[in-house]
């Protein structure tokens, strides 16, 4: 779990947390059938680990900024993306870039309200925000970092 998952209601808008330039915005993402899940789980259990490719996938729709310094932020399991937001275009702090879902999520397949949250990582080179720490230990570090707090 690479990063830290936020739990509002679905369709809640997301902002971008600091200004950056889009360099991944999935407007082609479409919803997979339920032989996806159950081969990419398979694959896991076979590999021992969970592949790239795989990992991808339970992202569902997704956004990435990049920001100063090569710091990247990840939103992950949107229920939709703003609509003119593309790669290469630079945006705003609390720029709105999509409304929160469950796509990619296993629990997509039982409902569009099931386990709606967003994932929200933070990248830096090859390691992410949180990395080797609890769950809660992460997002305490995430809320810290974007409230500027000690």
Known sequence: HEGADFYWARDSQVFAAADGVVVRAMH??????PDAFYEMH???IELGYTSEEALDFYRGQQVWLEHE??????????GSI????VEGQPVTKGQFIGTVGNSGSPASLESP????????EL??????VGQY???VESRDWLISILH???
């Open 69 to 78: 310094d090569g710091l990247i932020s990840r939103y992950i399991h949107l």
């Open 42 to 44: 398979n694959q896991s």
């Open 123 to 128: 990248w830096l080179g090859d390691a992410y």
């Open 82 to 85: 703003a609509w003119d937001l």
């Open 148 to 150: 500027g707090q000690p």
């Open 133 to 135: 720490l609890r769950p």
């Open 28 to 33: 082609d993402y479409v919803p997979p059938f």
């Open 113 to 120: 309200e099931s386990d709606v949250h967003l994932h929200f």
